[in-house]
């Protein structure tokens, strides 16, 4: 049975509650992380928690958690939910006010909730075992903060589920000028004659933990290049190579957008070249992330 983190507590996932007060519940006055156990270990905390306290100071959360606070209910919390593939799901709202009002309560405080599940969706082993996923594309309709890792995640849900709905993975999204800003819950890259590319981490993407590393790998790695640009929807449709990006999902070429083939259709060349770095990155640094307390 899972435990989970609620509010300085560790208890089943059934028993967790939280009141219907909470600015997550009524306002979706909240952020999150999702943070990928891989071999037992967290993988790129560092980076996620850096993420996580940046959204909170953007939307004016005050939580007095410092890094080792957080380590060591982490590691309470991998100790209690064994597994080495694993994806921990933090949130920290604003806690429940006494009323329902829009401006801040001054009395609240931040509801802070962790729990970990099984992940399914990683890379296999030989990565020639990865099918290419579907998407279409669809017109960003989400607000101008995607930079923040909010729990209001209307925009996301209703784009994921159009895709759901059109029997493909992903909606890769385009904004009101035909440019490329993410997936649903995605970065999104390019590849043509060798060039990668991926949209700028501005306001309108969150600028993923995956996408970072992907970007650092190719540049120290210097077979390819990649570029921070904008990328017109024209770019989507005569690229080799496109590929979606997140911390469950890794890097996953796409084959197919709105029925049109992507370059071969399978895999490509840059994609494997890429994948595999990331692979022997992950599996390198396997034993270094965050792990479970030892008592
Ligand atoms: C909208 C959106 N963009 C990008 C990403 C990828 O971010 P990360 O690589 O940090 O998981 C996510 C992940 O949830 C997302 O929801």
Redesign the pocket.
């Known amino acids: 049975m899972s435990i989970v983190y609620l509010n300085g507590e560790y208890l089943p996932q059934q028993e967790a509650r939280i009141s219907v007060m909470d600015r997550g519940f009524l306002f979706g006055d909240g952020v999150y992380e999702?943070v990928p156990v891989f071999n037992g270990h967290l993988f790129r905390w560092d980076q996620?928690l850096n993420?996580l306290q940046r959204s909170l100071a953007e939307i004016r959360i005050d939580l007095d958690w410092d890094h080792d606070k957080w380590q060591k209910m982490l590691r309470t919390l991998l100790l209690k939910n064994p597994g080495r593939t694993q994806t921990l799901y933090i949130q920290v709202t604003r806690g429940a006010g006494v009323t329902r009002r829009h401006g801040f309560p001054t009395e609240a405080e931040p509801t802070v909730f962790a729990m970990l599940s099984p992940l399914e969706s990683h890379l296999p082993d030989s990565l020639n075992k990865v099918s290419p996923i579907h998407a279409i594309t669809l017109q960003d309709h989400r607000w101008q903060r995607?930079d923040i890792?909010s729990i209001s995640?209307l925009g996301?849900v209703l784009h994921h589920q159009e895709a759901l709905d059109a029997k493909v993975d992903e909606a890769i999204l385009l904004n009101a000028r035909g440019e490329l800003t993410?997936?649903?819950?995605?970065?999104v890259f390019v590849v043509k004659d060798g060039e990668i590319s991926t949209p700028p981490a501005d306001r309108n993407?969150?600028?993923?933990?995956?996408?970072?590393l992907a970007i650092e790998l190719i540049n120290t790695d210097a077979r390819y290049t990649c570029s921070e640009r904008i990328i017109p929807k024209d770019e989507l449709f005569l690229a080799d190579e496109v590929w979606i990006?997140?911390?469950?999902r890794e890097i996953l070429p796409v084959g197919v957008i709105d029925g049109c083939t992507v370059g071969t259709g399978q895999p490509g060349a840059v994609w494997h070249h890429v994948a595999g770095l990331y692979q022997a990155f992950r599996q390198q640094s396997g034993n270094a992330g965050l792990k479970p307390a030892t008592n």
């Open positions: 999702v996620h993420r995607c890792k995640l996301n993410e997936g649903s819950a995605t970065n993407i969150l600028g993923g933990v995956t996408r970072d990006t997140s911390s469950n």
